[in-house]
């Protein structure tokens, strides 16, 4: 991965390569409010652009090592690498969901990664809206509209069956089969 960092972006983006390994073998063995934090801090360094600028697309998921390469890109991009990285340091996939929102003050779809301690808790959310990591209650200025994982999603509309567990097979997701495949590809 560092070498086509280099390779395909720069110097600057195999450093961040190094940290990002440096960090995550500090992380380990670590608590998973740590880790969480400090994964959250990491990402939420990078700058936010929309992905027709970065990519020529309107709507493009970055795998972990593109967005470390241009060290930009949605939120979406953020909440992939943030996601990564957490289940590279061993949080179980059915402890994070990629949960996509309305975020209400800018008016505009959005995407955060939501951590379960429990199945039944409240979960913590990191995004790079707001570094703060708080619950998801105290996230007024966010409402929920559906969450997933590589196991499940969960429907948030009443209308559509609120709390309802779907099967990821079952499901048509394009974007996220997508950026898997572009993943395995990479190794």
Known sequence: MLNRLQHEYSDQARRRGVALNSLLTELQGQTTEKQLIE?????????????SDVWGEKDYWATPEEFLGTQQGDCEDFVIAKYFALRKLGVADSHLYLTYVKALKQNVA??????????????????????????GNKRT?????????????????????LGKSLP???????KWKKLLADIRKEK
């Open 39 to 51: 994964v959250n801090r990491f990402f939420n360094q990078f700058s936010y652009r929309e992905d």
């Open 141 to 161: 200025d966010l409402l929920p509209v559906y969450s997933f994982n590589a196991q499940s999603l969960f429907l948030t509309n009443a209308s559509a069956g």
């Open 110 to 135: 959005h995407m955060v990664l939501s951590y379960f301690e429990t199945p039944g808790s409240i979960p913590l959310i990191l995004d790079n809206y707001n570094p703060a990591i708080l619950k």
């Open 168 to 174: 990821t097979d079952k499901i048509k997701n394009s």
